[in-house]
């Protein structure tokens, strides 16, 4: 049965509940693996990777015991300092090549590449929007080394269909498949995608040995590539009202905490902005996705316009916002977001890097945990 995503804020937080960090562990690479599917609340910041760390800290758990759970959560948090440094638009490292074109190969959009795994994950991910991560590898090793695409426009179609889409783990990992953010490709053949999504095939141009496919040419099915339609449909505009004698909580694409100030007087506004959507577009699903989450925060009125016409049209005076690296233009009270460890910033050039610097901030950080 497909993945349902809930937008009840209670019954997202019952799924901290669900969550087996040790059989994570062991099984996280399987399409039917023990992931937690919590990333789509995590990137739409309804809730943060600390909360989740210390809710499994709190039932028991130790960092020792669910490593791999943690080091994943890490993983998000690394993406999001590159982010604050880097312009995720352009190659981190060095330039991918070879790259043959700068659109997308027509049986990808359409899931039907002949690779039964990739294929099946496509269509998932148009109809729930969510796609298994070592799926998301295949997908783009396959238009990135295969199809040998550039990795932007396919990235971008990718995250146009995420209901967890995050810029910065989106772009990231692509570049890292497409060997812009890495020292050598990423490549996949048939024989690890059977054994991960549990099929069968045989005989297929992926079905060779690695130092093959790193030769290959380009098979037939992804030779005829197209430009995808990125286009977000915004929701109409409705009148809001403020009272300008109090503090105004911004809201947007990456912060839907409903816990945030909850207890404050004030203005809580979802800022939706048609510059921000045109470079960064998503699909119908996850914008209504959005909008459902956002029913979470009580009074909340949405405004669809820039953070300047926001300003000017109602004189907002004292305005408070979460950091994030795609906001455009806030000025005002910025709040840092909720990290695991908090005083590491700034780019490291690998995760190991990363993860070497906070492994032992993290175990003085939660050791009363």
């Not at 971008?156 to 209901?163: E, G, N, V």
């Not at 496919?213 to 009148?239: H, I, K």
Request: a negative charge; charged letters at 20%.
């Amino acid at each position: 049965m497909p993945i349902q995503f809930e937008t009840n804020y209670n019954a997202i937080v019952q799924k901290l509940d669900q969550i087996d960090p040790i059989a994570y562990g062991t099984t996280r690479n399987y399409i039917d693996g023990a992931v937690s599917y919590l990333s789509p609340y995590i990137s739409r910041g309804v809730m943060s990777t600390r909360q989740v760390l210390v809710h499994l800290l709190k039932k028991g758990y130790t960092l020792e015991q669910m490593t791999s759970f943690v080091k994943e959560l890490c993983w998000r948090d690394y993406f999001q300092r590159v982010a604050q440094v880097k312009d995720l638009q352009q190659e981190i490292k060095q330039q991918q090549t070879p790259v043959t074109n700068h659109a997308l190969a027509s049986s990808i959009i359409k899931g039907t590449s002949g690779i039964e795994g990739i294929d099946k994950a496509i269509h998932d991910l148009y109809t729930t929007g969510y796609m298994h991560n070592h799926c998301r590898m295949y997908t783009a090793s396959l238009a990135c080394n295969i199809a040998k695409s550039h990795w932007l426009h396919p990235a971008q179609w990718m995250y146009y269909h995420l209901l967890d889409g995050d810029w910065a783990s989106n772009a990231c990992s692509w570049q890292w498949v497409a060997g812009a953010n890495s020292q050598k490709k990423y490549y996949v053949n048939q024989e690890n995608i059977n054994k991960y999504t549990h099929t069968q095939q045989q005989h297929t141009f992926l079905d060779t040995s690695y130092e093959a496919l790193e030769q290959l040419n380009t098979p037939s099915v992804l030779l005829n590539t197209e430009l995808f339609n990125l286009e977000t449909v915004l929701p109409q505009q409705s009148t809001i009202i403020v009272q300008s004698d109090l503090p105004s909580f911004l809201y947007n694409y990456y912060n839907l905490d409903p816990l945030w100030h909850q207890d404050e007087p004030g203005n809580r506004i979802l800022l939706i902005e048609p510059a921000f959507f045109s470079k960064y577009p998503i699909s119908k699903l996850c914008m209504d996705f959005m909008l459902a989450l956002s029913k979470n925060i009580k009074n909340l009125q949405i405004y669809i316009g820039s953070f300047e016409s926001l300003m000017e049209t109602h004189k907002l005076t004292t305005v408070y916002y979460k950091e994030h690296p795609l906001n455009i233009g806030y000025k005002g009270n910025e709040e840092a977001r909720d990290w695991i460890i908090a005083d590491t910033s700034g780019y490291y050039p690998s995760f190991f890097a990363y993860w070497k610097n906070i492994e032992n901030k993290l175990k003085v950080t939660y050791h009363d945990h």
